[in-house]
């Protein structure tokens, strides 16, 4: 109505909504118009021109202020008219629909109240599930094969205060070599003995730069780790084994007159011997005609025939195992190839490495996987890095760390790039046990196995306040 009025005050057509500009004074005499709906009014109202140029809004602020008595006219050629008193904002709408509908207010309440536990539960069950490459997290990180928290704790030390990632693996895996019996006895001392009741051991270290040392066979000697740092940092040579890798160690003073064989191995050993030194490796399951049983290292052949292994090993030692030509199964949790672990730094720094006691009653002389670049450990520092486990004397045919870590430079996730690494060697040896895990240089993490019923591995991220053991099932593949 106010704005009809104002068209007739400006001299406009109601009608066709021509202007004609012009000016309205009035003295006490009011508006008039001929049209039939015209009115008049005391108000003493004058428009120039220049009033023509007000916006809609202030103009009809001003209109309402000079004609308050007004009646309503409602013009369905009005854009302002045509919602009149029934439009309403969304706010104004729902204050009034708050106030009429007390059960309205409770239900929105219960929603949130809903939602916010939905939220708190999702958050709990991605925690509880430990499922790995859900996220992608910020270094530094640190996953291991196996059940090995103790060693990825201390180890993660390091990398929490700005250490390198070489110096973490270093200390992780030694933290194995010096404490087998909280990483199953697969590496360091009083671990897995070969057919002589000798304990043997395998490592390697490799950073992203592709620099890398290794060690073979080396004996007498307990931080295997270390040794092969050594040959990274003070040789051009990638693998040294044998008495000669441990004189390589001594003459960097390493202690190398260390016992390896304890009272645990040789029980082990001889309870093997019992049994018909069954299982071994070799084809067929016969020793040569001319194979003689050899001592067990000076000093180590006092032992209780009724040492303490658990059932798990009972069943790899020989007493209750069946005499097997598939080397595949007498490998477990515990008894495989490889303690191997992968880290990245505050400064997205990669280093991969492992060490290994071998398998048990393996061929003196053997070098497994752990030992090897690109079989046991690879990583490179633009891409991620990976770690494998299980029958090394299969998985290093199929180098299958190497090929993880190709897999990941193409594009893959860790899991699936450790997923189609495996693939190979179970279509060629469908009964190997073996297993892989990845860490990428973006955070993500992830594993796979094959044989094993169920594979665990270790990870330790910021968002933990200790590392977490995670279940990799074979069915998963």
């Given at each position: 109505?106010?704005?009809?009025?104002?068209?007739?005050?400006?001299?406009?057509?109601?009608?066709?909504?021509?202007?004609?500009?012009?000016?309205?004074?009035?003295g006490g005499g009011g508006?008039?118009?001929?049209?039939?709906?015209?009115?008049?009014?005391?108000?003493?109202?004058?428009?120039?021109?220049?009033?023509?140029?007000?916006?809609p809004k202030s103009w009809r602020r001003q209109r309402a202020l000079s004609a308050p008595d007004l009646p309503f006219?409602?013009?369905?050629?009005?854009?302002?008219?045509?919602?009149?008193?029934?439009?309403?904002?969304?706010?104004?709408?729902?204050?009034h629909w708050l106030s009429d509908n007390k059960k309205g207010i409770f239900l929105l309440l219960f929603c949130g109240v809903l939602f916010g536990v939905f939220i708190i539960l999702s958050q709990t069950n991605l925690d509880n599930r430990k499922t790995e490459g859900d996220f992608v997290h910020l270094p530094p990180l640190l996953v291991s094969t196996w059940n090995t928290t103790a060693a990825v704790d201390t180890a993660w030390t390091t990398l929490w205060k700005g250490g390198p990632a070489i110096n973490a693996v270093e200390i992780g895996c030694s933290f194995c070599e010096e404490n087998p019996a909280q990483c199953n006895f697969t590496a360091g001392f009083g671990s897995s003995p070969d057919e002589f009741n000798h304990v043997s051991l395998d490592a390697i270290i490799m950073n992203g730069d592709r620099s890398v040392g290794?060690?073979?066979?080396l004996k007498h000697t307990i931080n295997a780790i270390s040794v092969a740092r050594r040959v990274m940092e003070e040789t051009f040579h990638t693998l040294l084994v044998g008495s000669d890798?441990?004189?390589?160690?001594?003459?960097?003073?390493f202690n190398t007159s260390a016992n390896l064989t304890t009272e645990r191995t040789s029980a082990m050993w001889r309870r093997w011997v019992a049994d018909g030194k069954y299982p071994n490796f070799w084809r067929g399951g016969v020793l040569p005609s001319n194979f003689t049983q050899s001592g067990s290292e000076s000093g180590t052949e006092s032992g209780s025939e009724s040492g303490s292994e658990s059932e798990g090993e009972r069943d790899v030692d020989g007493r209750?195992?069946?005499?097997?030509?598939?080397?595949?199964?007498?490998?477990?949790?515990?008894?495989?190839?490889?303690?191997?672990?992968?880290?990245?730094?505050?400064?997205?720094?990669?280093?991969?490495?492992?060490?290994?006691?071998?398998?048990?009653?393996?061929?003196p002389g053997r070098v497994g996987s752990s030992a090897?670049?690109?079989?046991?450990?690879?990583?490179?520092?633009?891409?991620?890095?990976?770690?494998?486990?299980?029958?090394?004397?299969?998985?290093?045919?199929?180098?299958?760390?190497?090929?993880?870590?190709?897999?990941?430079?193409?594009?893959?996730?860790?899991?699936?790039?450790?997923?189609?690494?495996?693939?190979?060697?179970?279509?060629?040896?469908?009964t190997t046990k073996g297993a892989v895990v990845a860490l990428?240089?973006?955070?993500?993490?992830?594993?796979?196995?094959?044989?094993?019923?169920?594979?665990?591995?270790?990870?330790?991220?910021?968002?933990y306040d200790a590392a977490r053991v995670i279940k990799v099932h074979s069915d998963d593949n």
């Amino acid at each position: 109505a106010m704005y009809q009025h104002g068209r007739r005050a400006r001299g406009m057509s109601l009608n066709d909504g021509d202007l004609t500009d012009g000016v309205l004074s009035g003295g006490g005499g009011g508006i008039t118009d001929s049209d039939p709906g015209e009115f008049t009014s005391d108000v003493d109202t004058t428009f120039t021109s220049s009033s023509a140029a007000a916006t809609p809004k202030s103009w009809r602020r001003q209109r309402a202020l000079s004609a308050p008595d007004l009646p309503f006219v409602e013009s369905h050629n009005d854009p302002f008219a045509r919602h009149g008193k029934f439009h309403q904002s969304f706010t104004t709408k729902l204050h009034h629909w708050l106030s009429d509908n007390k059960k309205g207010i409770f239900l929105l309440l219960f929603c949130g109240v809903l939602f916010g536990v939905f939220i708190i539960l999702s958050q709990t069950n991605l925690d509880n599930r430990k499922t790995e490459g859900d996220f992608v997290h910020l270094p530094p990180l640190l996953v291991s094969t196996w059940n090995t928290t103790a060693a990825v704790d201390t180890a993660w030390t390091t990398l929490w205060k700005g250490g390198p990632a070489i110096n973490a693996v270093e200390i992780g895996c030694s933290f194995c070599e010096e404490n087998p019996a909280q990483c199953n006895f697969t590496a360091g001392f009083g671990s897995s003995p070969d057919e002589f009741n000798h304990v043997s051991l395998d490592a390697i270290i490799m950073n992203g730069d592709r620099s890398v040392g290794a060690v073979g066979d080396l004996k007498h000697t307990i931080n295997a780790i270390s040794v092969a740092r050594r040959v990274m940092e003070e040789t051009f040579h990638t693998l040294l084994v044998g008495s000669d890798a441990t004189l390589f160690a001594a003459t960097l003073g390493f202690n190398t007159s260390a016992n390896l064989t304890t009272e645990r191995t040789s029980a082990m050993w001889r309870r093997w011997v019992a049994d018909g030194k069954y299982p071994n490796f070799w084809r067929g399951g016969v020793l040569p005609s001319n194979f003689t049983q050899s001592g067990s290292e000076s000093g180590t052949e006092s032992g209780s025939e009724s040492g303490s292994e658990s059932e798990g090993e009972r069943d790899v030692d020989g007493r209750h195992s069946n005499k097997t030509q598939d080397p595949n199964q007498m490998i477990n949790s515990w008894n495989h190839d490889t303690i191997g672990m992968v880290a990245l730094d505050v400064h997205s720094n990669l280093t991969c490495g492992s060490t290994s006691a071998g398998l048990k009653f393996k061929v003196p002389g053997r070098v497994g996987s752990s030992a090897i670049v690109g079989a046991g450990v690879y990583c490179e520092d633009d891409v991620g890095g990976a770690a494998v486990t299980g029958n090394g004397d299969i998985l290093m045919r199929f180098m299958v760390a190497f090929a993880t870590v190709q897999n990941m430079k193409a594009g893959y996730s860790p899991k699936k790039s450790c997923k189609m690494a495996l693939a190979p060697v179970k279509d060629k040896f469908p009964t190997t046990k073996g297993a892989v895990v990845a860490l990428s240089v973006e955070g993500e993490y992830g594993a796979a196995a094959i044989g094993f019923k169920e594979f665990e591995y270790t990870i330790r991220h910021e968002m933990y306040d200790a590392a977490r053991v995670i279940k990799v099932h074979s069915d998963d593949n």
